[in-house]
Structures are given as structure tokens and as C-alpha cells.
Antibody, heavy 116, light 106 residues
Framework: AVQLVESGGGLVQPKESLKISCAAS????????MYWVRQAPGKGLEWVAR??????????YYADSVKGRFTISRDDSKSMVYLQMDNLKTEDTAMYYC???????WGQGVMVTVSS | EIVLTQSPTTTAASPGEKVTITCLAS?????MYWYQQKSGASPKLLIY???SLASGVPDRFSGSGSGTSYSLTINTMEAEDAATYYC?????????FGSGTKLEIK
């Protein structure tokens, strides 16, 4: 069965950094573009970042709200996708989900809280 | 950026009633995806490529549309369908979601 399992969330102060991870299994990870999507408490879904596959040079894309602060990466040998979040702001507080291209598979999410 | 506008924002339906949620795109998109999200859970894919039913989704759900206008229909409302529904376009970067439609049971 396909599984996406996020980890690494927690409480951090503004301007601090945090790296969250997503472990994938049950599908050919190296063939799938991967995404991070977030949801602030009581709010809707917001796409955060996307990373394509090796044939597409691992191209990355970011929402304007996180560009220059967040970095998405992947390790195909470990079937892992990461989101390095720097200079965090209170408005980054959200549940962060990883999902694969097509939207059929989603992780359970990991909570990131940015507060002083 | 393609903006997706969903309507209604909130609605309620009785068991057996037909429900339609619409999603208008600010520019033409080639396909629309629909998700169901229940409280405390991850989004669940219902419809992909505008009208294809995702695996395990009851056939009372259907999707249609083209260009800038898309819709999700629940043919006969059931209590378990109470949730928030989101449309999403994957056609162009940045991928965007609608703001959601909260569906309640009467």
C-alpha cells in the first residue's frame, strides 16, 4: 500500500529554521513529482513547493509566500522528500502535508507552529 | 496565478438531496480535481481529470466542466458526505486550490 509519512514538525520561534521530512513507500518514488501543501488552522489548502523528477532536472517551484525562505529537496535512494524552512514567520504556522503528483496520495500531515 | 472561486461557501442538504458545487477559474484550465476533507483528516481525492472517479469513491459523486467552469455533484446526499470540498488545478504553476465549500447535513 502507498504510504506518505511526514515527520519533524514542532514549535519554533520566529526567524528560526526547521526541516520536515516525508517518507514514501508503495510506489515508484523516483518517477513522481512531489509536493508540499499546507493548511493554516481553520483555513483552506495552500500549495507550498514542488519538485520534479531526475529527467526533469529536479526542477523546483515555490509559492510566492515562501520563495527565498523554503527549499524543497528529495533523495530518490531513500524515497524521501524534505522541506527546509528558514526565517520562519508566524504566518507559516500550519499543518504541512506531502503529496505525490496527481493528488491521490497524501500523508497524515505534520504540524509546524511558529510562535514566540 | 489562476484563481479558483468556489460556490457556495457553505451549504446544507438533506439525505437523498442532490448537491452541486461549482468552481470558476480566472483563466482556462485543462482539468479540475476535487477533494473531500473531513475534520482532522488529510484531503481525499474524489475526482481527477475533471470527471474521473478516484479509486474507492462512491459513484454518487461526479464531476464535469471545461475551460473556466467546473462542478462537483453529489447525486444523493448521505450523512457521511458532510465535509469540506476543494477544487484544484494542476494545469499551470502555481497550482492553486479553491477556498473550499463546507457541506453540512440537514
Amino acid at each position: 500500500a502507498v504510504q506518505l509519512v511526514e515527520s519533524g514538525g514542532g514549535l519554533v520561534q520566529p526567524k528560526e529554521s526547521l526541516k520536515i521530512s516525508c517518507a514514501a513507500s508503495g510506489f515508484t518514488f523516483s518517477n513522481a513529482a512531489m509536493y508540499w501543501v499546507r493548511q493554516a488552522p481553520g483555513k483552506g489548502l495552500e500549495w507550498v513547493a514542488r519538485i520534479r523528477t531526475k529527467p526533469n532536472n529536479y526542477a523546483t517551484y515555490y509559492a510566492d509566500s515562501v520563495k527565498g525562505r523554503f527549499t524543497i529537496s528529495r533523495d530518490d535512494s531513500k524515497s524521501m522528500v524534505y522541506l527546509q524552512m528558514d526565517n520562519l514567520k508566524t504566518e507559516d504556522t500550519a499543518m504541512y502535508y506531502c503529496t505525490a503528483e496527481g493528488g491521490e496520495y497524501w500523508g497524515q500531515g505534520v504540524m509546524v507552529t511558529v510562535s514566540s | 496565478e489562476i484563481v479558483l472561486t468556489q460556490s457556495p461557501t457553505t451549504t446544507a442538504a438533506s439525505p437523498g438531496e442532490k448537491v452541486t458545487i461549482t468552481c470558476l477559474a480566472s483563466s482556462s484550465v485543462s482539468n479540475m480535481y476535487w477533494y473531500q476533507q473531513k475534520s482532522g483528516a488529510s484531503p481525499k481525492l474524489l475526482i481527477y481529470s475533471t470527471s474521473s472517479l478516484a479509486s474507492g469513491v462512491p459513484d454518487r459523486f461526479s464531476g464535469s466542466g471545461s475551460g473556466t467552469s467546473y462542478s462537483l455533484t453529489i447525486n444523493t446526499m448521505e450523512a457521511e458526505d458532510a465535509a469540506t470540498y476543494y477544487c484544484q488545478q494542476w494545469s499551470s504553476n502555481p497550482l492553486t486550490f479553491g477556498s473550499g465549500t463546507k457541506l453540512e447535513i440537514k
